[in-house]
Nanobody, 126 residues
């Protein structure tokens, strides 16, 4: 499986916004869901948001109401719109895919996903 390419990170002030993009080769043919994950220094990787081929979405509680995952079926891209960013959102953000039919907390478990790329750094700081 090809690695998924995440982009769009950067430095932003608290309260600011960023939109991350994940290029998904062979969109919809080989996987059930695409997920966004993040890993801060010294912490484990955690699931942030996932979207299935059927449009079912799962969010990490701490990002609900601030982050929105969506997909462009023409461009084969999955986006993560991040608003009202906080310092604790600082991390390297990755996207990954799974062929498993997941729901609930299983949909945010990094162990259920593969095709990890290099990620993109998001830094929230004044």
């Amino acid at each position: 499986q090809a690695q998924l390419l995440a982009s769009g990170g950067g430095l932003v002030q608290p309260g600011g916004s960023l939109r991350l993009s994940c290029e998904t080769p062979r969109f919809g043919l080989d996987y059930f869901a695409i997920g966004w994950f993040r890993q801060a220094p010294g912490k484990e990787r955690e699931g942030v948001a996932t979207i299935t081929n059927e449009g079912s979405i799962t969010y990490l509680d701490s990002v609900k109401g601030r982050f929105t995952i969506s997909r462009d079926n023409v461009k084969n891209i999955v986006y993560l719109q991040m608003n009202s960013l906080k310092a604790e959102d600082t991390a390297v953000y990755y996207c990954a895919q799974t062929s498993l039919d997941l729901s609930g907390p299983f949909a945010l478990n990094p162990s259920n996903f593969g095709s990890w790329g290099q990620g993109t750094q998001v830094t929230v700081s004044s």
